[in-house]
């Protein structure tokens, strides 16, 4: 929106055209200028933007109508016309339309696609004042295993019966000779998709409603009995995240374009930090606030949308996918992020207060290793970005915000660098307990020394337990914080608060500044804290 009041400039004064045309970034004849003042369109014209002159509305929306190619008295909310590359035949869809659903079309189809979502395409279908939604395949040749239509036919199915909400499945095609690829069809449902995680617009208490009841569907779909939905050959039952871990992992590395440092980190360290206890449930693989439809009026979830990734797995995963958003920032192109809002203001939980949610919903125990399933969460995220980018490249993504996933890969894989860490320290503070005495829990290392048994020399090891507890032996390896000595221990600690309120709240600031023109000059805040931690050292 571009004010007058705001620019300190109006029409017909032609600097307002040029400031259009800059904010949108794309070229004038590419703009549609109405307006009913002769001389305001003249000057639009002139700068070659096609024009309409508004006498009558009605008879303007026509005219706007026939420039669009598409109407706007029909409008569809979420959706656009059908990319080039993503259309598909209606005769031949018609055809099965008829034959599936038992009814004889009138008239040709309304078609529209659906401008949400990076997987599976989705479109509108009108037909006989009746609306139907229709997801398919993207066309071309597609990784192993993915966009399984099939599965996500059969779990909607079975949700549906079991009392989840989602929406109800009309039929399935595997014939990929009707439209180009297997798809199936289901209800159309009316509602309001919130792609802001900020939910602007609403009162605090409406925003937690909505929090609320995003928390309690989740809970619904974790809850369903495996066996009575007849689920239980829907995947395997144990080891999920250690699988999930391989498979993107080979998933990403078949469509790698370039070499990414913190995504090979990861795949290095997620092996080795498996969750060592993990239940099983149905879990959605991509539940988030923008895959629910809720009701026209109130907090009520009408249906949980976008099934390709479902599976039986951890369902802590499911959790931690779903408060990615409160890591991002606002600005993100393919997901806007909660990172610069003051949740308490808004009315919506933390992070650690969704998952505390959460587990109050379900009647479990407080989740102690979350920084692990975040740092999994982003990884995952990363790797589809990946895919995502590989195809817009190709020209088989169903979104045109798809070419910009290459640049995210980049974001995601670092903050999930940046969870790894933590959950580092975590378990690094944890194996540092100390006993109801005040002494180390653990404290002990392993020493090696060389002796000599009947006049050969040899290695012998030992364990603190062995030797003198009451001075440490030079060449001891301490693993423990509470095994260092009084000074270094202070060191320690005020080493460890300055990392935690100077370093991580501003890593992602550390990092943009990084991708800036700025790179090759020191950031201001870098020279502050080395003023600030030359005058801790000093005073201590």
Not at 225 to 244: M, S
Not at 464 to 489: F, R, W
Not at 494 to 505: A, C, D, M, S, T
Not at 525 to 531: A, F, G, Q, R
Request: hydrophobic content about 35%; proline content about 5%.
């Amino acid at each position: 929106i571009i004010e007058s009041c705001h620019e300190g400039v109006c029409k017909p004064d032609p600097r307002i055209y040029h400031l259009c045309v800059e904010r949108l970034g794309i070229q004038a004849k590419d703009l549609i200028f109405l307006d009913d003042i002769g001389e305001n369109l003249k000057v639009a014209a002139q700068l070659g933007f096609s024009t309409i002159k508004v006498e009558d509305s009605k008879e303007a929306i026509k005219q706007l109508e026939k420039q669009l190619g598409f109407s706007l008295t029909d409008f569809v909310p979420n959706t656009r016309s059908v990319r080039p590359a993503m259309e598909i035949p209606k005769e031949p869809l018609k055809k099965y339309l008829e034959s599936a659903l038992g009814e004889k079309i009138e008239g040709q189809l309304t078609i529209r696609q659906f401008s949400h979502g990076q997987s599976n395409p989705t479109y509108y279908v009108r037909y006989n004042q009746k609306q139907l939604v229709l997801r398919k395949k993207p066309p071309g040749k597609l990784l192993p295993a993915a966009h399984a239509i099939e599965r996500e036919y059969r779990i909607i199915k079975a949700l549906s019966e079991a009392g989840v909400p989602v929406p109800k499945v009309l039929g399935l095609c595997e014939d990929s000779s009707i439209i180009g690829t297997s798809f199936y069809i289901m209800e159309y449902l009316t509602g309001r998709i919130f792609k802001d995680p900020a939910l602007p617009g609403m009162e605090a208490k409406q925003r937690l409603a909505i929090y609320s009841a995003m928390n309690q569907a989740l809970c619904k779909l974790h809850s369903v009995d495996i066996k009575a939905a007849n689920l239980e050959d829907f995947g395997k039952h144990d080891t999920y995240v250690q699988r999930q871990v391989h498979m993107w992992t080979r998933q990403y590395r078949a469509s790698e374009t370039h070499s990414v440092p913190s995504m090979e980190r990861l795949i290095k360290w997620l092996p080795q930090h498996l969750p060592k206890q993990q239940k099983t449930a149905i879990v959605h693989g991509d539940f988030r606030l923008d895959n629910l439809l809720f009701h026209p009026e109130d907090d009520t979830v009408l249906g949980i949308l976008d099934w390709e990734l479902s599976t039986l797995g951890d369902p802590i995963s499911d959790v931690a996918y779903n408060c990615l958003a409160h890591y991002l920032p606002s600005e993100l192109p393919l997901q806007k992020g909660l990172k610069n809002c003051i949740l308490t203001e808004l009315g919506i939980p933390t992070a650690e207060e969704y998952f505390d949610q959460y587990c109050n919903n379900m009647g479990i125990p407080k989740i102690e290793n979350w920084n692990f399933y975040m740092a999994f969460a982003f990884f995952r995220v990363a790797a589809i970005l990946q895919g995502v980018y590989k195809r817009s490249i190709t020209g088989q993504a169903s979104s045109s915000d798809a070419a910009s996933g290459g640049k995210l890969v980049v974001v995601m894989s670092d903050i999930a660098w940046d969870f790894a860490t933590k959950e580092g320290f975590r378990v690094f503070n944890s194996d540092s307990g100390t006993s109801t005495n005040g002494s180390s829990a653990r404290f002990y290392s392993t020493w090696s020394r060389s002796i000599t048994l009947k006049g050969s020399p040899s290695r012998a090891f030992a364990t603190l337990s062995e030797v003198s507890m009451h001075s440490p032996s030079t060449g001891s390896l301490i693993i423990s914080p509470n095994a260092l000595s009084g000074k270094v221990l202070d060191l320690y600690h005020k080493l460890k608060n300055f990392i935690e309120i100077n370093i991580y709240p501003a890593e992602q600031e550390f990092r943009n500044y990084q991708l800036s023109e700025k790179r090759w000059t020191p950031h201001p805040l870098i020279e502050e804290l080395k003023v600030f931690t030359e005058f801790v050292l000093n005073q201590g």
